[in-house]
């Protein structure tokens, strides 16, 4: 079978499979580069959450798309999880330490460091003044230097001074009232219940069908031990025994997957 006919037979594959067979042969850069454009759908829903944060989505899809292939070549499908659960914290791990690295640790000049003081201290003087928060003209008018200065001066101050979400957009737009928290894209909940998802679901396919019973009706259906009890045809005390039980088993397999 010549190259072109194994990619093609490759392609063919589950995902599941394309994983047991790089798991044998890592050197497969076939199999590698097709699990890579299968899953990079992760790296792109994981680096929306970060849009608006002050760096291009460009950039920060390119370090997950970077973690995302880290996280392949380190999979092991022989432990059973599932490889989103694998892989989203280490690309989320990724994308975090690029923003401590690269974003907020950048260099401010001086220059621009003690003009961003006198501009911080002329909005403090000009609000009391004026009961307002001033315009970067007003800033400009009252430092007697340009309106482009003072501009400079705020955008390169976002580099080292953290602001809060609640400050006032301050623009001339309809939507003067947000503040910088209503512009900001807003993190999915569900990504971060990938990995317990996961795991669960690994967890019960382990479990016999009275145990199933039990924890779907405990935890998912919100149901009383007695009511449990009374439908499956066993004691109140049975039920508790075996949650208990459940629960132990749940622990041990939690600390060994962490």
Do not use: C
């Not at 002050?54 to 798309?65: F, N, R």
């Not at 449990?228 to 397999?253: F, H, P």
């Amino acid at each position: 079978m010549n190259v072109l006919a194994s990619e093609k037979e490759f392609e063919k594959m589950e995902t599941k499979e394309l994983f047991e067979v790089f798991s044998e042969d890592k050197s497969n850069t076939t199999v590698r580069n097709i699990l890579i454009e299968r899953n990079l759908y992760l790296a792109k829903i994981l680096s929306r959450k970060y849009i608006n944060k002050g760096v291009d989505y460009e950039d920060i899809y390119q370090v997950a798309s970077l973690a995302l292939i880290y996280a392949i070549d380190r999979y092991d499908i022989s432990k059973g999880f599932e490889f989103s659960s694998f892989a989203t914290p280490t690309i989320v791990g990724e994308i975090k330490k690029y923003f401590r690295d690269k974003v907020w640790t950048m260099r401010v000049p001086r220059r621009i460091q003690e003009l961003s003081k006198k501009i911080s201290n002329a909005k403090i003087y000009l609000e009391q003044e004026n009961k307002k928060s001033p315009r970067p003209s007003e800033i400009a008018e009252y430092l007697e230097i340009t309106e482009e200065e003072v501009l400079e001066a705020m955008e390169a101050s976002y580099g080292y001074q953290p602001i809060s979400l609640d400050t006032p957009s301050n623009d001339d737009s309809e939507d003067k009232d947000m503040t910088l928290g209503d512009r900001v894209g807003s993190e999915e909940k569900k990504f971060s219940q990938i990995e317990e998802r996961d795991f669960l679901e690994h967890f019960m396919k382990n479990l016999n069908e009275l145990e199933v019973k039990i924890i779907e009706g405990r935890f998912f259906n919100n149901k009383t031990q007695s009511v449990i009890a009374e439908e499956i045809g066993i004691s109140q005390m049975t039920v508790s025994r075996l949650e208990k039980k459940i629960i132990e088993k749940l622990k041990k397999e939690y600390l060994k997957a962490v």
